[in-house]
């Protein structure tokens, strides 16, 4: 949220600036996810949450594509979001959303467009949100903002949330 793209190195639990951001646009980055190109997308939004779009961020100098790759609809402006794998195939991967109006989950697809999924479900993901982060085998995983918080597996196709585990400790997080 302070337009500046860092790295980690996990070794050393150290955290290296990369650059600013200068994504053309006065909205503010909001959320990102690395694709396997190591590629950020990064979801910008404005404030009240009435418009948002999705930047290409090169990782190794923090430039931006000139232009959004991504155009949101309203309700879906603010985001977390996750790449997972097509069916554990090593070389196909999809970027999976979720909107913090409590719309579920949904994907962009090959045309740069979103395409709702559906709502999480069972109780008590009903209507909540999450950051997501998928596997290489082709799982897809919340970190949802329920109270108390949860983590759980998301079925990319019905937004089932199965294996939900509460984190103890933390508290319901606003982003």
Known sequence: DANRLYSFNPQAKQFTLIGPLNCNTSLQPNSMAVDRNAVAWVNYVGSPDLNGVIFKVNTKDASCEPTPVVNLP?????MGMGFSTNNGDPNSETLFVSATSGQGVGKINAANTLNPIAGFSPGAFSGASAELTGTGDGRLYGYFTTSPVQVGQ??????AVTNGKVITGLATPSA
């Open 74 to 78: 309203q309700g879906w402006t603010r």
């Open 154 to 159: 998301i079925d990319k196709t019905t937004g």
